[in-house]
């Protein structure tokens, strides 16, 4: 991708990557860090024309998915 020039890649996390809930305390946990790992990538890669996105299943769905990487690739 990097030597492309462009390109995309998603990651999916769970609501509580955002809102932390008591009964998911360790699935929460490894989504925030997935989550702060993708705005990290993100960042290092979008001048090198490489889009980097999170978002929770229950927000997308797989069209949605496609028309991000349409719109950001």
């Known amino acids: 991708m990097i030597s492309k020039g462009s390109g995309a890649i998603l990651f999916t996390t769970g609501i509580s990557a955002m809102f932390p809930l008591p009964s998911l305390g360790n699935g929460g946990i490894v989504m925030s860090g997935l989550r702060n790992y993708a705005t990290n990538l993100h ?14 299943r229950s927000r997308y769905h797989r069209r949605s998915l496609v028309q991000l990487i349409r719109e950001k690739a």
């Open 43 to 56: 960042n290092e890669l979008k001048e090198k024309g490489v889009f980097v996105g999170y978002g929770r």
